[in-house]
Nanobody, 126 residues
Framework: QVQLVESGGGLVQTGGSLRLSCAASGRTFSSYSMGWFRQAPGKEREFVAA????????YYADSVKGRFTISRDNAKNTVYLQMNSLKPEDTAVYYC???????????????????WGQGTQVTVSS
């Protein structure tokens, strides 16, 4: 089992940057693929980015491609989401999630993930 704790959210102006972190407990972090999802008020949770257990494969939603970067440090049991050129439509609660699935194509699906963090609020002002 793994516990996930997100941090790094906050209020930023349009065009600004934030880096989210997700710290995982346990000694098997390197065996989990990780994802970031977000949920805005009144909307469904949506996929943002994912990274395979080795870090060798990444996926991004079209809406964030070229602006967001997902990375991981297995020595620190942490996954990151660097968010640049933020827009008001990026405002949401951001969640990290972990999955033991070895099928990389499912990493865009929230149903593929076994564990979730509590979320961190990101607000982008216009």
């Amino acid at each position: 089992q793994v516990q996930l704790v997100e941090s790094g959210g906050g209020l930023v102006q349009t065009g600004g940057s934030l880096r989210l972190s997700c710290a995982a407990s346990g000694r098997t972090f390197s065996s989990y693929s990780m994802g970031w999802f977000r949920q805005a008020p009144g909307k469904e949770r949506e996929f943002v980015a994912a990274i395979s257990w080795s870090g060798g494969t990444t996926y991004y939603a079209d809406s964030v491609k070229g602006r967001f970067t997902i990375s991981r440090d297995n020595a620190k049991n942490t996954v990151y989401l660097q968010m640049n050129s933020l827009k008001p439509e990026d405002t949401a609660v951001y969640y990290c999630a972990a999955t033991t699935s070895r099928v990389l194509l499912v990493l865009r699906l929230s149903s593929a993930y076994n564990y979730w963090g509590q979320g961190t609020q990101v607000t982008v002002s216009s």
